[in-house]
């Protein structure tokens, strides 16, 4: 008993943690919930568990006046990236390969130097038809290996240069795509099921109240700063995850 109220304290604190992050910054959650996972839990139950606190935060966050707009621009992207994953999750395993973790780390490195990097990329419309379908499956490849849908998409997305309000919505729908998508891989490998259901609630509770506990934050901390370390303490337990991998 005291072993699994320990684990139940763990997977508390680890959403609560995931959530300020998102609150605070508006992404996030997925990322850093599955990399503290990852270091007590095998990678597939830990992107199980977070099938259900991702679904629903960003549900939440697609929603918006531009969506249907959103959707027209971003859909070719979105159709390859839920190909992609089904795909490279039936041929290698859903989270499951001998390099998930390695995979992981490396994913969260390269994450967090996109987000350090002083430069920001800027890319014309005139390049979405074709590029937006090779990022959406690249996409797709790495989250059905590392259970992480932030690379490439993210840079991409950021680099399409959307409004504020818009970039929010492109992320939330991008994010919800891929988690239906790997909830899917997960559940045709047998790994996504009941046995999660509980832990996928109160990781969603949690997720909840860090959301609120980092809108709080956000009113008293600098965004950016905030951002900057947030993507430092990403790139040092990216690291870890390589090595830990590899060795």
């Known amino acids: 008993m005291p072993d699994h109220l320990d684990a139940l304290a763990g997977l508390t604190l680890i959403f609560v943690a ?11 959650l997925p990322t850093v919930a599955m990399a503290f996972l990852t270091l007590t839990m095998p990678p597939a139950d830990a992107a199980a568990i977070l099938v259900l606190p991702s679904f629903v935060t960003n549900v939440w966050q697609l929603a ?21 994953t089904v795909a490279t999750a039936h041929w290698l395993g859903a989270v499951s390969s001998a390099g998930a973790v ?3 780390g490396a ?21 979405e038809p074709w590029l937006g379908p090779v990022v959406g499956a690249a996409t797709g490849a ?18 399409l240069r959307l409004s504020p309000d818009d970039l929010v919505q492109a992320l939330g729908i991008s994010f919800t795509v891929s988690t239906i998508a790997l909830a899917i891989s997960l559940a045709g490998e047998g790994q996504f099921g009941w046995p999660n259901a509980g832990a996928s609630a109160l990781a ?22 905030f951002r900057r370390w947030f993507f ?3 790139l ?12």
Do not use: C, D, N
């Open 18 to 28: 995931a959530g300020m992050v998102k609150g605070v910054i508006g992404l996030g």
């Open 64 to 84: 918006g006046p531009q969506l249907a707009r959103l959707l027209r621009r971003l859909w070719s992207m979105q159709l390859a990236s839920a190909l992609a």
């Open 102 to 104: 390695a995979g992981l």
């Open 107 to 127: 994913a969260l490195m390269l994450y967090a130097l996109t987000g350090l990097a002083p430069v920001r990329l800027e890319l014309p419309a005139a390049v």
């Open 142 to 159: 790495v989250t059905a290996m590392t259970g992480v849908f932030v690379i490439p998409a993210v840079p991409y997305l950021h680099a």
């Open 204 to 225: 969603l509770t949690a997720a909840f109240a860090g959301m609120i506990l980092g809108t709080m934050l956000r009113a008293r901390m600098a965004p950016a700063t």
């Open 232 to 234: 430092i303490g990403l």
């Open 236 to 247: 040092l337990l990216g690291a870890h995850l390589l090595l830990r991998g590899l060795f």
